[in-house]
C-alpha cells in the first residue's frame, strides 16, 4: 500500500529497449502495473482536491497528475479541479486589486483614476475597463461578501458574481440585497450562468420593492454604441426599452427574409439563364441570416433595396466632401511611389494622386515646399489645424492609456505657460481623463510627442508610450520597428535619456520628409 502525500510525483518511468533487444515480458508487466499504480494515485488526489477548498499547493500536485494516464472519468475529473484552480486564482486577483486601491472608493476621484490605469497596466486592461473591474471587486466585497468566499473555495465562478454584480445595480435595499445574496449563493453552486441570471431575476423581482423606479432607471441606460473591429466592420449595439427593441427586430427579421427570397431568385434566374446558354451556372454564396439582417438594417436606415436585393444608396448630391490625406511631397510629386493614408485606411501612392486631380480644391497642412509641419511657437495655444494634425498623428488614440480617444484633447508636454511652444513634436494627443491627470501633477510625462514618451505615476510605475508611425511605409520603418506597431506601451524600470531641448527642430535632422 502507498500513501499519498502532496510532493509524491505520479510520473511512471519508462526504459525504452535499445535496437535489437528484446524486452521481456516482465518487464513490460512491470511496467503497466507501475503505470497503472501512478494513474490510480492520481485519481485519488484528485479526489481529494475536489473534497475541500483550493490550495496553492495544488497547482504542484495537477501538474503531476495531468502526466498520468487518466481514464476518461479521470481526466474530467481534472478538468474539474483545473477549472476550481481558474476560480481560485480569480479571487486571489480580487483580493489583490481590493488590498491596492482599497475596499471604498477613495474622498479624491483623481486617485482612483491612477490606480485604475496602474491596474490595467498590470493586468493588460484600459483604465475603462480596469475602472469597471475595480467598482466590482469593491461591490462584491463589500454587498455579497459570501460570494468572495465561495469564489475562492471553487464553488462558484467568476462569471456568476459578475451576473449577480448586473441585475442587482438597480435595488439599493440592504435587507433585499441579503435576502437575494443568500438565496442566490444556494443556486450559483448548482446552476451554470444561463439559468443562473433567470434565478437572479426571479429574486430581484421578488424581493425588490421598488420594481417600477428601478426599471425607469433601466430605461435611462438605452444607448447605441459602435465597436470597430479593426478588419472593415463594425458592430453596432441599439439597447433600448424591450417592446421597442421587439419591434425592430421583427422588422429587421421581415426585411431579411426579403432579401434572402430575393438573392435565391437572382440566383435561380442566374441558373436558368447559364442552362440556356450552355454554360456553367454561377457559383453562389447563400445569403445568411444574419448578412441578411445587416442588409436591411441598412436599407431601411439609409437607403432601399432593388428588385435584386441590392442595397441602394441615396447620397444627396450638394453635400461636399472633404477628405484628409497624407501623403509625403515626394510621394506627391511622382518622384517616389510611398503609401499614403486617407482617413484612417492605407492607399496607394497612385490611388492617392487620382484622388487629388479629381479634388475641386486642395488646402495643404504645411508652410513650405519642404513638409516642415506647423510650429506656431509660442503665441499660439490651441490653433485647429496642428489640433486635426496631433490627432492624426496619433490616429485618435490616447498617448497615456492607450485607448481609443476619438473626443480627446491636444496636450502641451512642456506648458504652454512654461515655454512650451505648439509644435508638432511638443504636442500629444490624450483622453480627457488622462489630460485631466496630467495636468493635477498625477502623471509625469517626459519625452517628444515624435518619439519615445516616458510616463510616471505616482507609485513609481514608469511607461514608454511608443509612437505609431504617422505615415506608414514598411521599407522605411522597417529599420527602426522591423514591424507596424501601434501605439504600445513598455514597462521598465531602467533610467531613460531627457527630452529634447526646448530649442530643438521640430523635425529631427536625417528624419525622412514629413507628411503633407
Same mark, same amino acid.
Given at each position: 500500500?502507498?500513501?499519498?502525500?502532496?510532493?509524491?510525483?505520479?510520473?511512471?518511468?519508462?526504459?525504452? $529497449?535499445?535496437?535489437?533487444?528484446?524486452?521481456?515480458?516482465?518487464?513490460?508487466?512491470?511496467?503497466?502495473?507501475?503505470?497503472?499504480?501512478?494513474?490510480?494515485?492520481?485519481?485519488?488526489?484528485?479526489?481529494?482536491?475536489?473534497?475541500?477548498?483550493?490550495?496553492?499547493?495544488?497547482?504542484?500536485?495537477?501538474?503531476?497528475?495531468?502526466?498520468?494516464?487518466?481514464?476518461?472519468?479521470?481526466?474530467?475529473?481534472?478538468?474539474?479541479?483545473?477549472?476550481?484552480? @481558474?476560480?481560485?486564482?480569480?479571487?486571489?486577483?480580487?483580493?489583490?486589486?481590493?488590498?491596492?486601491?482599497?475596499?471604498?472608493?477613495?474622498?479624491?476621484?483623481?486617485?482612483?483614476?491612477?490606480?485604475?490605469?496602474?491596474?490595467?497596466?498590470?493586468?493588460?486592461? @484600459?483604465?475603462?475597463?480596469?475602472?469597471?473591474?475595480? $467598482?466590482?471587486?469593491?461591490?462584491?466585497?463589500?454587498?455579497?461578501?459570501?460570494?468572495?468566499?465561495?469564489?475562492?473555495?471553487?464553488?462558484?465562478?467568476?462569471?456568476?458574481?459578475?451576473?449577480?454584480?448586473?441585475?442587482?445595480?438597480?435595488?439599493?435595499?440592504?435587507?433585499?440585497?441579503?435576502?437575494?445574496?443568500?438565496?442566490?449563493?444556494?443556486?450559483?453552486?448548482?446552476?451554470?450562468?444561463?439559468?443562473?441570471?433567470?434565478?437572479?431575476?426571479?429574486?430581484?423581482?421578488?424581493?425588490?420593492?421598488?420594481?417600477?423606479?428601478?426599471?425607469?432607471?433601466?430605461?435611462?441606460?438605452?444607448?447605441?454604441?459602435?465597436?470597430?473591429?479593426?478588419?472593415?466592420?463594425?458592430?453596432?449595439?441599439?439597447?433600448?426599452?424591450?417592446?421597442?427593441?421587439?419591434?425592430?427586430?421583427?422588422?429587421?427579421?421581415?426585411?431579411?427574409?426579403?432579401?434572402?427570397?430575393?438573392?435565391?431568385?437572382?440566383?435561380?434566374?442566374?441558373?436558368?439563364?447559364?442552362?440556356?446558354?450552355?454554360?456553367?451556372?454561377?457559383?453562389?454564396?447563400?445569403?445568411?441570416?444574419?448578412?441578411?439582417?445587416?442588409?436591411?438594417?441598412?436599407?431601411?436606415?439609409?437607403?432601399?433595396?432593388?428588385?435584386?436585393?441590392?442595397?441602394?444608396?441615396?447620397?444627396?448630391?450638394?453635400?461636399?466632401?472633404?477628405?484628409?490625406?497624407?501623403?509625403?511631397?515626394?510621394?506627391?510629386?511622382?518622384?517616389?511611389?510611398?503609401?499614403?493614408?486617407?482617413?484612417?485606411?492605407?492607399?496607394?501612392?497612385?490611388?492617392?494622386?487620382?484622388?487629388?486631380?479629381?479634388?475641386?480644391?486642395?488646402?495643404?497642412?504645411?508652410?513650405?515646399?519642404?513638409?516642415?509641419?506647423?510650429?506656431?511657437?509660442?503665441?499660439?495655444?490651441?490653433?485647429?489645424?496642428?489640433?486635426?494634425?496631433? $490627432?492624426?498623428?496619433?490616429?485618435?488614440?490616447?498617448?497615456?492609456?492607450?485607448?481609443?480617444?476619438?473626443?480627446?484633447?491636444?496636450?502641451?508636454?512642456?506648458?504652454?505657460?512654461?515655454?512650451?511652444?505648439?509644435?508638432?513634436?511638443?504636442?500629444?494627443?490624450?483622453?480627457?481623463?488622462?489630460?485631466?491627470?496630467?495636468?493635477?501633477?498625477?502623471?509625469?510625462?517626459?519625452?517628444?510627442?515624435?518619439?519615445?514618451?516616458?510616463?510616471?505615476?505616482?507609485?513609481?510605475?514608469?511607461?514608454?508610450?511608443?509612437?505609431?508611425?504617422?505615415?506608414?511605409?514598411?521599407?522605411?520603418?522597417?529599420?527602426?520597428?522591423?514591424?507596424?506597431?501601434?501605439?504600445?506601451?513598455?514597462?521598465?524600470?531602467?533610467?531613460?535619456?531627457?527630452?529634447?531641448?526646448?530649442?530643438?527642430?521640430?523635425?529631427?535632422?536625417?528624419?525622412?520628409?514629413?507628411?503633407?
Amino acid at each position: 500500500m502507498f500513501e499519498y502525500h502532496e510532493d509524491m510525483d505520479f510520473r511512471s518511468e519508462t526504459y525504452p $529497449a535499445p535496437p535489437g533487444v528484446t524486452v521481456s515480458l516482465v518487464e513490460h508487466t512491470f511496467h503497466g502495473i507501475v503505470s497503472q499504480l501512478a494513474s490510480e494515485l492520481a485519481m485519488e488526489a484528485l479526489a481529494e482536491m475536489l473534497g475541500r477548498a483550493p490550495r496553492w499547493s495544488d497547482f504542484a500536485v495537477v501538474e503531476t497528475c495531468r502526466k498520468a494516464d487518466l481514464e476518461p472519468a479521470g481526466q474530467l475529473m481534472l478538468m474539474t479541479v483545473g477549472e476550481r484552480l @481558474t476560480r481560485f486564482l480569480a479571487a486571489e486577483t480580487m483580493g489583490q486589486v481590493v488590498d491596492y486601491v482599497g475596499a471604498a472608493e477613495n474622498p479624491d476621484y483623481r486617485r482612483d483614476q491612477v490606480a485604475a490605469q496602474e491596474v490595467g497596466h498590470a493586468t493588460g486592461r @484600459t483604465p475603462g475597463s480596469s475602472d469597471y473591474r475595480i $467598482a466590482f471587486y469593491r461591490r462584491l466585497v463589500q454587498e455579497f461578501p459570501d460570494f468572495p468566499v465561495a469564489l475562492r473555495a471553487g464553488e462558484v465562478s467568476l462569471a456568476h458574481c459578475q451576473i449577480l454584480d448586473e441585475e442587482t445595480r438597480d435595488t439599493d435595499d440592504p435587507v433585499a440585497l441579503r435576502k437575494i445574496a443568500h438565496h442566490a449563493l444556494l443556486a450559483a453552486a448548482s446552476q451554470p450562468a444561463g439559468p443562473f441570471r433567470r434565478t437572479v431575476r426571479t429574486l430581484v423581482k421578488r424581493y425588490d420593492a421598488d420594481a417600477a423606479a428601478r426599471r425607469r432607471r433601466a430605461q435611462r441606460r438605452r444607448d447605441v454604441r459602435f465597436t470597430d473591429h479593426g478588419d472593415g466592420l463594425t458592430t453596432m449595439q441599439l439597447t433600448g426599452r424591450t417592446e421597442e427593441m421587439a419591434a425592430v427586430r421583427s422588422r429587421l427579421d421581415e426585411g431579411a427574409r426579403q432579401l434572402q427570397d430575393a438573392d435565391k431568385a437572382a440566383h435561380e434566374k442566374a441558373v436558368a439563364d447559364a442552362g440556356a446558354a450552355g454554360i456553367e451556372p454561377p457559383k453562389h454564396e447563400r445569403l445568411t441570416s444574419g448578412q441578411a439582417r445587416s442588409d436591411a438594417a441598412v436599407a431601411l436606415l439609409i437607403g432601399t433595396v432593388d428588385a435584386t436585393g441590392t442595397v441602394v444608396y441615396h447620397p444627396r448630391s450638394a453635400m461636399r466632401v472633404c477628405l484628409e490625406l497624407v501623403m509625403d511631397v515626394a510621394t506627391l510629386e511622382g518622384r517616389r511611389d510611398g503609401v499614403a493614408r486617407l482617413g484612417e485606411e492605407t492607399i496607394s501612392a497612385a490611388t492617392a494622386r487620382e484622388l487629388l486631380d479629381l479634388a475641386e480644391s486642395v488646402r495643404p497642412v504645411t508652410v513650405d515646399a519642404m513638409g516642415a509641419m506647423l510650429d506656431y511657437g509660442t503665441e499660439v495655444y490651441l490653433p485647429g489645424r496642428q489640433r486635426r494634425h496631433v $490627432a492624426r498623428r496619433d490616429r485618435y488614440t490616447c498617448r497615456a492609456c492607450g485607448r481609443r480617444a476619438t473626443r480627446g484633447e491636444m496636450d502641451h508636454i512642456i506648458e504652454f505657460l512654461a515655454g512650451g511652444p505648439t509644435a508638432s513634436w511638443n504636442c500629444q494627443w490624450l483622453c480627457p481623463r488622462c489630460h485631466r491627470l496630467k495636468t493635477d501633477g498625477l502623471l509625469h510625462v517626459e519625452g517628444r510627442a515624435d518619439a519615445d514618451l516616458v510616463l510616471t505615476t505616482p507609485s513609481g510605475l514608469v511607461l514608454v508610450s511608443l509612437p505609431p508611425p504617422y505615415l506608414e511605409d514598411p521599407e522605411r520603418d522597417v529599420h527602426r520597428w522591423g514591424h507596424q506597431p501601434p501605439i504600445g506601451f513598455k514597462v521598465t524600470p531602467r533610467p531613460w535619456a531627457s527630452p529634447t531641448s526646448d530649442d530643438a527642430a521640430p523635425d529631427d535632422e536625417g528624419r525622412d520628409t514629413p507628411p503633407f
